[in-house]
Antibody, heavy 120, light 110 residues
Framework: QVQLVQSGSELRKPGASVKVSCKAS????????MHWVRQAPGQGLEWMGW????????VYGQGFTGRFVFSLDTSVTTAYLEISSLKADDTAVYYC?????????????WGQGTLVTVSS | QSVLTQPPSVSAAPGQKVTISCSGS????????VSWYQHLPETAPKLLIF???KRPSGIPDRFSGSMSGTSATLGITGVQTGDEADYYC???????????FGGGTRLTVL
C-alpha cells in the first residue's frame, strides 16, 4: 500500500534552516508528482507547490519562492522540503502529498505531517 | 482569505444528512475538477472525493460530491460521531497556476 512517512518534529531558532523528509513506498516513486502543503496553527490548508519526481523540476506557489526548496533523492524514494532563514510565522505543520493518478489535480495520499516550530 | 469559500462550521445529529458547500469562480471550480479532504486532529488529511464525485476505494458511499457551475458540495448521510473533523475542498486555479483549498469547514456531530 502507498505510504508517505515524514520526518519528526523540529524546533529551530529564527534564521536557522530545516529540512523535512518524506519517504515514499508502495508505488513507483517517479510516476507521481509530490506536492507540499502547509497548515499554520489554527489555519487551513495552504498549497506550497509541487515537484516533478521524474525530472526533479520544482514549481513553487505564491509566497513560497526564495527560502523554500523542494528536492528529491530518487535512490531512496524520498522528497525533501528545505526552508532557510526561518521566521516565527513559518511555524506550521508541513505535509507532503502524492498527486493523484492521471493529469487532474487531486492529492490521493498524504504524509502524517511534520511540525516545524520556530522560536527563540 | 482562501480562494474557495466554505462555511466555517456545520452541525448535525447522528444519523442525519449534512452538506458542505464550496464556492469558487470560473478560473478554478468552473473549469477544473474538485476534490474533498477529511482532516481529523493529529492525523494526515484523507481524500474523500476526487474529480467532483468519485470516491477512492475504501470511502463509504455515505460520502458524495456534486458540482454545479462554480460551486461544489460535499454530502454526508448517516452522520456518525467519527465524522467529526475539518473538511476541505480543493481544486486547481488556472489564473494562479496553483492548487487552492477552501478555508475548511468543521463538522460537529451533536
Amino acid at each position: 500500500q502507498v505510504q508517505l512517512v515524514q520526518s519528526g518534529s523540529e524546533l529551530r531558532k529564527p534564521g536557522a534552516s530545516v529540512k523535512v523528509s518524506c519517504k515514499a513506498s508502495g508505488y513507483i516513486f517517479t510516476s507521481y508528482a509530490m506536492h507540499w502543503v502547509r497548515q499554520a496553527p489554527g489555519q487551513g490548508l495552504e498549497w506550497m507547490g509541487w515537484i516533478n519526481t521524474n525530472t526533479g523540476n520544482p514549481v513553487y506557489g505564491q509566497g513560497f519562492t526564495g527560502r523554500f526548496v523542494f528536492s528529491l533523492d530518487t535512490s531512496v524514494t524520498t522528497a525533501y522540503l528545505e526552508i532557510s532563514s526561518l521566521k516565527a510565522d513559518d511555524t506550521a505543520v508541513y505535509y507532503c502529498a502524492r498527486h493523484g493518478s492521471g493529469s487532474y489535480y487531486f492529492l490521493d495520499n498524504w504524509g502524517q505531517g511534520t511540525l516545524v516550530t520556530v522560536s527563540s | 482569505q482562501s480562494v474557495l469559500t466554505q462555511p466555517p462550521s456545520v452541525s448535525a445529529a447522528p444519523g442525519q444528512k449534512v452538506t458542505i458547500s464550496c464556492s469558487g469562480s470560473s478560473s478554478n471550480i468552473g473549469n477544473n475538477y474538485v476534490s474533498w479532504y477529511q482532516h481529523l486532529p493529529e492525523t494526515a488529511p484523507k481524500l474523500l472525493i476526487f474529480e467532483n464525485n468519485k470516491r477512492p476505494s475504501g470511502i463509504p458511499d455515505r460520502f458524495s460530491g456534486s458540482m454545479s457551475g462554480t460551486s461544489a458540495t460535499l454530502g454526508i448521510t448517516g452522520v456518525q460521531t467519527g465524522d467529526e473533523a475539518d473538511y476541505y475542498c480543493g481544486t486547481w486555479d488556472n489564473n494562479l497556476s496553483a492548487g487552492v483549498f477552501g478555508g475548511g469547514t468543521r463538522l460537529t456531530v451533536l
